[in-house]
């Protein structure tokens, strides 16, 4: 059973629009929760982590989290063509080692 | 410089032939994973290692093998492999606290023919 679900699977925003990235789990002891970007052929790098409800900003980079509902949102305003890539939602247990991710989002920015 | 390493980058087997695929990291981090990527499945975890010879198995560890006897060294080893086990393989570090982070390295792309 996947504990980290995502939604869209894809997405397709034109370029200097807004992208929102979900990402719910069903574990109800995670604790923590990251993003991470990989671009095609690439691996995958973390690009924002939050740990506390509320929302975190960084650039053009938000991200909330609702602990109560286990539920992350990414959200990339000014979107650019090399935002292009598969967005991954990591969650993680207090005291556990193991990463759960998602199947992630692809998202697509068009010129 | 904080860096995760995995040699070969590209490798190429004949079914039944056994693999070894190699990662570093320079961080002297505790804990290393070992995930496959396949197309629409995400990242699954094959292995995960929490120190020197303190090995777990992780949610597909059929078909695979690890060893780690050194800190910085994490291999995974396919004996006899099939071709369902063509993939990218990454591997990835992390020191292990709360709010600690992975670091991947560059993967390992593995056809099995």
């Known amino acids: 059973q996947q504990k980290v679900q995502q939604s869209p699977e894809s997405l397709i925003v034109p370029e200097g629009g807004m992208a929102s990235l979900n990402c719910t789990s069903s574990d109800r002891n995670v604790d923590y929760f990251w993003w991470y970007r990989q671009h095609s052929g690439k691996s995958p790098k973390m690009l924002m982590?939050?740990?506390?409800?509320g929302e975190k900003e960084e650039g053009r980079f938000t991200v909330h989290l609702n602990k109560a509902s286990l539920h992350t949102s990414l959200h990339i305003r000014d979107s650019q063509p090399s935002d292009s890539a598969l967005y991954l939602c990591?969650?993680?247990?207090?005291?556990?080692?193991?990463?759960?991710f998602g199947k992630g989002t692809s998202l697509t920015v068009i010129p | 410089d904080m860096k995760v390493t995995q040699m070969p980058r590209y490798l190429i087997k004949r079914m039944g032939e056994n693999v070894l695929l190699e990662c570093g990291q320079d961080?002297?981090?505790?804990?290393m994973y070992w995930y496959r990527q396949d197309p629409g499945l995400g990242l699954q975890l094959i292995y995960i290692s929490y120190d020197v010879d303190s090995n777990s198995e992780g949610d597909i560890p059929k078909g695979y093998r690890v060893s780690r006897k050194k800190r910085e060294h994490f291999s995974l080893i396919l004996d006899s492999a099939k071709t369902n086990q063509t993939s990218v393989y990454f591997c990835?570090?992390?020191?292990?606290?709360?709010?600690?982070?992975?670091?991947f390295g560059p993967g390992t792309r593995l056809t099995v023919l």
């Open positions: 990835a570090s992390s020191s292990g606290g709360n709010y600690a982070e992975q670091f």
């Open positions: 982590s939050i740990f506390s409800n």
């Open positions: 961080m002297s981090h505790e804990t």
């Open positions: 990591a969650a993680r247990n207090t005291g556990y080692q193991n990463f759960y």
